[in-house]
T-cell receptor
Framework: RKEVEQDPGPFNVPEGATVAFNCTYS??????FFWYRQDCRKEPKLLMS???SGNEDGRFTAQLNRASQYISLLIRDSKLSDSATYLC??????????FGGGTRLMVKP | DVKVTQSSRYLVKRTGEKVFLECVQD?????MFWYRQDPGLGLRLIYF???????EKGDIPEGYSVSREKKERFSLILESASTNQTSMYLC?????????FGSGTRLTVV
């Protein structure tokens, strides 16, 4: 089983839609979680950290479910510019950042 | 803003060649990393370094080596390039967990 798993998609949604991605992780002792965004042929960039209580940044909401070992990213009112690949990142204890394979989002007009 | 610069955007090399990928960061970060990214496999850590002249193997170090003679520069070396090393290579720099990535080098080994 992979340490961090994501549905590769693509998720095709119309502008204005709400879309959510999940990411599951295998090490229950993992403490730190992040979402990165990667545009086509570009490098990954940090989108937001994921806090235990959940956190919001504008149209983006990140949540952590420790019991079921997954994190989620919710995007409200999708924009064309949200089209990208979203990478889930988990840090197991004493270990390095571990990346999921990414979920591709395509927002259509 | 932190800048991480990778020397080449695209490279084509022949099987058996020795290949050097250079990465330079301008924010005095201790931590530097080399990843490769392949479709369906995500980002995989090749090597990382916490300080000058220090290096640690990541998840897939076979066929690679690294050099960190100066704090700002972290080089990835393919000792004898093979076709299965065709990939996107990403360098990252970090003071802690907030990684900043370079723009990547797409290497093709023919």
């Amino acid at each position: 089983r992979k340490e961090v798993e994501q549905d590769p998609g693509p998720f095709n949604v119309p502008e204005g839609a709400t879309v959510a991605f999940n990411c599951t992780y295998s090490n229950s002792a993992s403490q730190s979680f992040f979402w990165y965004r990667q545009d086509c042929r570009k490098e990954p960039k940090l989108l937001m950290s994921v806090y235990s209580s959940g956190n919001e940044d504008g149209r983006f909401t990140a949540q952590l479910n420790r019991a079921s070992q997954y994190i989620s990213l919710l995007i409200r009112d999708s924009k064309l510019s949200d089209s990208a690949t979203y990478l889930c990142v988990v840090i197991p204890p004493g270990n390095m950042l571990t990346f999921g394979g990414g979920t591709r989002l395509m927002v259509k007009p | 803003d932190v800048k991480v610069t990778q020397s080449s955007r695209y490279l084509v090399k022949r099987t058996g060649e020795k290949v050097f990928l250079e990465c330079v960061q301008d924010m005095d970060h201790e931590n530097m990393f080399w990843y490769r990214q392949d479709p369906g496999l995500g980002l995989r850590l090749i090597y990382f370094s916490y300080d000058v002249k220090m290096k640690e193997k990541g998840d897939i170090p076979e066929g690679y080596s690294v050099s960190r003679e100066k704090k700002e520069r972290f080089s990835l070396i393919l000792e004898s390039a093979s076709t299965n090393q065709t990939s996107m290579y990403l360098c990252a720099s970090s003071p802690d967990y907030g990684y900043t990535f370079g723009s990547g080098t797409r290497l093709t080994v023919v």
